[in-house]
Structure formats: C-alpha cells, structure tokens
C-alpha cells in the first residue's frame, strides 16, 4: 500500500508568520495534491503536481505556495500565514492521476 | 460547475442495521464518482468507484454504492453495519481526463450505536 507520509503533524504559528508543510510519498506516484479540510466544506484542493518541477492550481489557492522538488516530496508554503488558513491539511498521490487516491494522516495548523 | 450533495451531515443507525449515505452530483461530461471514508483522526481511505458498465459497484467491507444517471445521484449502502463503520464517509467527482483532481462533497458522519 502507497505510503504518504506527512510533517509536522501539529503546528501552531503566529499571524504573518512563515510556515512549510512537507509531504514525502513512497509508492513511485507520479501525482501528488494538497488539501485542506474545514468543517462544512469537505476537502477542497489548493494545489497539485503532475511530477518534479511542475505545479498545478487547484480550487482554493489564494495565499499558498506549493513546490514539487522530487517525485517524492511535495511542500505546500504559507509565506504570510492568517487565521483564516487555521486547517487540517493533507497530502496525497495517485499513480496517473487515476481516482483511487492515497493519503497522508494529515496536519493541524493553528494561526493565531 | 461541479458541485458534489451530501444531504445528511449525520446519519445513526444501531449495529446490525442496514445504511445507506446519500450523494448527489453536478458534473457536465464523463466523471468518475468514488467514496472515501475517514476514521477519527486518520486521512481518508478509498472504497469504491464507478465509471461505467454495472450501475452497482462493490467495495471493501461489505460496501457498495449504486450509480443513477437520472437521479445524478451514487448513494452508498451497507446490508448490516459494524461498530467499527463508524467514520465520515466522503462522495467525490472527477472528470475522466483527470481523475485524482477530486471536488468532494461536506461528508456524511455515521455513528453505530450498539
């Protein structure tokens, strides 16, 4: 089974504050995808990755960067951190982009 | 747009009975329609999805959810549920050309009373 691995788990940082998310998958997945889940909203995408070097806009991009450095590793970037992006944030891959999707445990981000 | 309904924000039924989550879909074009579950604390995992062919389709632990054109609709059902079937069931849509780009609908919690 496709493992995604995601870190910190839990991460409280300060409004205009710098914060990176990372995302490390192992099963050779060539897509990868953050989401951020709030109450009443599901999952809504912020951005996704075809492979290495190459960047998607999703849904709900505003505010975040995301950059692919490897097959492997996917980071989403919070330059200027707001209350509003207090969230529980996954990471996820896919082999081809097919609709069976694997992913992480999540993270917790607080701004406060 | 593509937009994905779940009804029922939350759904209780006791241990032994049958279920059935609620989905409908707004979605121009050939789309993919899955259902993930979410155990507390844990990302989401895949169970089920349709594209084609037989309007029912069958999934891991004894789920399988129904595909209805004219509805727009893919509920998902369980004949007798377990305790352990407790978790927030989410409906998706993808199109065809990409289907891991997933709109997903509110989730559905489901509580097992024993």
Request: include cysteine; charge should be positive.
């Amino acid at each position: 089974e496709a493992a995604v691995t995601q870190s910190p788990r839990n991460k409280v940082t300060v409004t205009g504050g710098n914060v990176t998310l990372s995302c490390r998958q192992t099963n050779s997945h060539n897509y990868m995808y953050w989401y951020r889940q709030d109450t009443g909203h599901g999952l809504r995408l912020i951005h996704y990755s075809y492979g290495a070097g190459n960047l998607q806009i999703g849904d709900v991009p505003d505010g975040y960067k995301a950059t692919r450095t490897t097959q492997e590793d996917f980071f989403l970037l919070l330059e200027l951190a707001s209350p509003s992006q207090t969230s529980l944030y996954f990471c996820a891959s896919s082999h081809r982009g097919r609709t069976e999707v694997f992913f992480g445990k999540g993270t917790r981000l607080t701004v406060v | 747009t593509q937009t994905v309904s779940q009804s029922d924000a939350h759904v209780t039924v006791f241990e032994g009975d049958s279920v059935e989550l609620r989905c409908n879909y707004s979605y121009g074009g050939s789309i993919y329609l899955s259902w993930y579950i979410q155990h507390h604390g844990h990302g989401l995992q895949f169970l089920l999805k349709y594209y084609s062919g037989n309007p029912v389709v069958q999934g891991v632990n004894g789920f399988e959810a129904e595909f209805s054109k004219s509805d727009s609709s893919f509920h998902l059902r369980k004949a007798s549920v377990h305790w352990s079937d407790s978790a927030v069931y989410f409906c998706a849509v993808s199109a065809n050309y990409n289907q891991g780009k997933l709109i997903f609908g509110q989730g559905t919690k489901l509580s097992i009373k024993p």
